[in-house]
């Protein structure tokens, strides 16, 4: 290829085997020459195995990880920031870096820092599910799916070109933006969300359980997804994630006035315009 870079013949290192990382694994097991697991857990490192998912599984708290044409950091962003940290030691050989971490900008200003021998891109699938492990993983979980590439100034068209076709091997379709604008979007159409979920969730008597049905469980469902993985993504996307709950709270504030004027119409008229705006954004 003009690009110099092949996935059919790359050897594909995947840092982290969650529900991400593994399903990622699954999806690419059949498109690369060579596909290398690192991973903290030694039992999802056995399972990993055992089950073909990847060739070779790695701990990944070895001083030295074997060489590989692209190493994707499937962590959450706090472990994505702290394994970028440590490259320079890890990795002797030159290699593409790209992670699928939920924020970019404080992604992308660690991997500007990485010695020239590095060539870095951000990226974030936007999938998941609240339960997490490799147990959970699924080899099309990335199908249909947006996922979004955040490449640097320094990014070079090989590294782009191995994204693109890592995105088409999973079936996923790419769009590529700045991190800035990945994280004030993804404030409002992905960590909000989860924040209301929680919300609702802590709000609701467990006395209520008994009356509890499918709205409240779709509406609350994220609030199962486990704190420990979204405290880095709001920690990282504090300011955007603030905008959006001022945002929403002046929708809510809204409704609240209608319904306490009893201005019914106005409400019946906020709750078309909210269904159109709903089916408008969901058939994208």
């Given amino acids: 290829m003009e690009d110099g870079f092949s996935l059919q013949d790359a050897t594909v290192g995947i840092y982290g085997l969650g529900l991400m990382g593994g399903s ?3 999806a690419l097991r059949d498109h690369c020459s060579r596909l290398i697991g690192f991973d903290s857990d030694p039992s999802a490192l056995e399972v990993a195995l055992s089950k073909g998912i990847v060739d070779q599984a790695e701990i990944s708290s070895v001083s030295f990880l074997p060489p590989v044409d692209v190493l994707i950091l499937a962590t959450p962003v706090p472990a994505i920031l702290d ?3 440590r490259l320079p030691a890890l990795i002797p050989e030159p290699c593409i870096i790209m992670d699928v971490g939920s924020t970019k900008r404080n992604i992308i200003a660690a991997m500007a820092t990485l010695p020239e021998c590095f060539d870095p891109i951000g990226g974030h699938p936007i999938c998941g599910k609240e339960n ?4 959970n993983a699924d080899r099309t979980l990335y199908r249909g799916t947006p996922f979004v590439i955040t490449p640097l100034e320094r990014t070079t068209q090989r590294a ?5 076709q890592i995105v088409s091997a999973v079936g ?6 700045s991190a800035k604008e990945h994280d004030s979007i993804l404030a409002t159409t992905s960590h909000l969300p989860f924040l209301l979920s929680s919300a ?3 709000s609701t008597p467990q006395e209520f359980s008994s009356l509890i049905g499918p709205g409240f469980r779709s509406t609350s469902r994220l609030a199962g997804t486990p704190a420990h993985m979204m405290m880095g993504i709001l920690k990282s996307n504090r300011d955007n994630v603030l905008k959006a709950i001022h945002d929403f709270r002046g929708s809510l504030n809204e409704i609240e006035a209608i319904l306490q004027t009893e201005n019914y119409a106005e409400l019946e008229l906020i709750l078309k315009q909210s269904r159109n705006s709903y089916l408008t954004i969901t058939e994208q």
């Fill in 83 to 85: 394994t970028l940290s």
């Fill in 24 to 26: 990622l694994a699954l």
């Fill in 132 to 135: 997490l492990g490799l147990e």
């Fill in 160 to 164: 782009k070109s191995a994204v693109a």
């Fill in 172 to 177: 996923a379709h790419l769009i590529e933006m």
């Fill in 200 to 202: 609702l969730a802590h």
